[in-house]
């Protein structure tokens, strides 16, 4: 997020950092970066040592399902793998209020400008790894009656700043998104769990790591047990010629966009100031209500 949370000070930030992680931490600094959780820089002697991670708790990553996946991709033993580091009790995800905070060691780097030529072999090493004892599998987050949801929440008040134009925006495409939920609910008859496979989840562009000379995949908090089109979507989406089923990565652009809609929704609905992430969150909603199918490109 590029907004300091309200609710956590930097000071509380350094007390949770120094109790699970490092007791010499001596200053951390928020970094307005990322989307969806709140990050800062940990520094020990004016060094930095650690990036710590604050998500909020949502259907798609609880704290359970943090502790899991951050606790999956550290027994990985793949060596473009950035995993979190765990407390000094062991644990991977530690609970801050109604929110659940994770570690990684500092990687000075850089983001790539474009996804790396390397990502399809990065990712079957990935998916021909057996999976971890914690991992989880994966499991839809979409409600089959999200337009209903959707219709309820049309009836309450929109009067925060960007409220009236995302009211709008669901208003107009409505029927839309109850034509995707539907294909979405067929679309996940066709899977096997018996054939899913450790998938990332997000293997994109902003999860790629250039340092020490090499690549790296980062961010591994949506890690699961999913068939492997859940992270070649993301090579389909970028135009590259990888063997896939065509109406699984059509089921996971359904999914993604769908839990994205009802998020957003939420989000504008609700009280807001109408800052840098506010108009994030209206673009990523006009974003999902608009854009053509990864198939239909």
Same mark, same amino acid.
């Given at each position: ?12 930030? %350094? ?18 970066? $990322? ?14 040592? %650690? ?14 399902? %943090? ?122 008859? %066709? ?92 673009? $990523? ?9 990864? $198939?239909?490109?």
């Amino acid at each position: 997020m590029l907004e300091r949370p309200p609710d956590v000070s930097d000071d509380e930030v %350094l007390a949770v950092v120094r109790r699970h992680w490092e007791p010499r931490a001596e200053a951390v600094e928020h970094l307005p970066v $990322g989307w969806g959780a709140h990050h800062w820089r940990v520094d020990v002697a004016g060094e930095a040592v %650690l990036f710590l991670t604050l998500d909020p708790d949502l259907p798609r990553h609880t704290h359970a399902s %943090l502790e899991a996946a951050y606790a999956s991709a550290a027994a990985l033993p793949l060596d473009f793998v950035w995993p979190s580091v765990p407390t000094v009790d062991g644990a991977y995800a530690v609970p801050v209020g109604a929110r659940t905070a994770s570690a990684t060691r500092w990687l000075d780097g850089t983001r790539p400008e474009a996804s790396v030529d390397e990502l399809p072999d990065l990712l079957a090493e990935l998916h021909a790894t057996p999976p971890p004892a914690t991992a989880r599998s994966w499991a839809s987050e979409i409600d089959p009656d999200l337009p209903h949801h959707l219709r309820d929440l049309l009836q309450q008040p929109w009067d925060a700043p960007l409220g009236p134009a995302a009211r709008e925006l669901v208003v107009d495409h409505l029927s839309q998104v109850g034509g995707w939920v539907r294909e979405h609910a067929r679309l996940l008859g %066709l899977l096997d769990p018996a054939t899913y496979v450790v998938t990332h989840g997000e293997p994109h562009v902003r999860n790629q790591w250039i340092a020490r000379g090499r690549t790296w995949l980062i961010d591994w908090e949506s890690l699961v047990l999913a068939p492997r089109e859940r992270d070649l979507a993301t090579l389909v989406h970028e135009g590259r010629d990888v063997d896939h089923d065509p109406q699984v990565v059509r089921l996971f652009d359904l999914e993604w966009r769908l839990s994205e809609i009802w998020s957003f929704a939420q989000w504008l609905q609700g009280p807001h100031a109408g800052d840098t992430d506010d108009h994030t969150a209206l673009g $990523g909603l006009t974003e999902e209500l608009t854009r053509p199918h990864f $198939g239909d490109r």
